[in-house]
């Protein structure tokens, strides 16, 4: 019992992780950004809000966004951001199907449980590539966008981002170490019965120091 609510915590945890880096790669709040000084920002009330795939101007009388399309002038850091947030998802369905399958509620053909245990700790290595992945992503972004210069905040696609590659990490290490965490116990299917069988009746061979019987 306790083996499966560590499973249903870690794949609920990872499915949600996995989905806040989707949110995280789909919008362009990454980071707030400013060309002219902190008090001529606030000032203004002008900002640009950076993402993987495009720039925003956010102005109470403007919101205009551009898409980054030049992929050969972008920064490093965006590029392999954006590499790695899209393996990140790319990598986040096999796994979420993999856990899936591994329930114990969900029986296959030719099932078994050493068998769900393998697709279980694939899953969950495959979950922890996904947070290794938005972990280098989400550092490195607002890292390099701070070399740029103009770094004034971060934006609610990197705490997505943040959230996502936490509860991935866990809910990874949940998946590919509650087999190894629970009581050890014979399994079912590699359990071996044995039964004693009826031996057939025979004469009994009398022993070889019996008294021989006087004659009277």
Known sequence: ?????????????????????????????????????????????????????????ISPALYHCGAREQILTLPAYVQTSRALMVCACLLGLPAMLLVLMSMPCIRLQNDSSAIRQRRSRVGGVLFLCVALCGVISTVWFPVGAHKDGGLMSFGFSLYAGWVGTALCLLGGVMILFCHFLSPGGPMRENSFYFSRQASRAGPLEPPGNHAKSARV
């Open 1 to 57: 019992m306790a083996l499966m609510c560590r499973q249903i915590i870690g794949s609920g945890a990872s499915c949600a992780g996995w989905a806040g880096l989707i949110v995280a790669t789909a919008t362009s709040d990454w980071v707030r950004t400013c060309d002219y000084s902190l008090a001529a920002c606030l000032r203004m009330d002008e900002l640009v809000s950076k993402g993987l795939w495009a720039e925003c101007i």
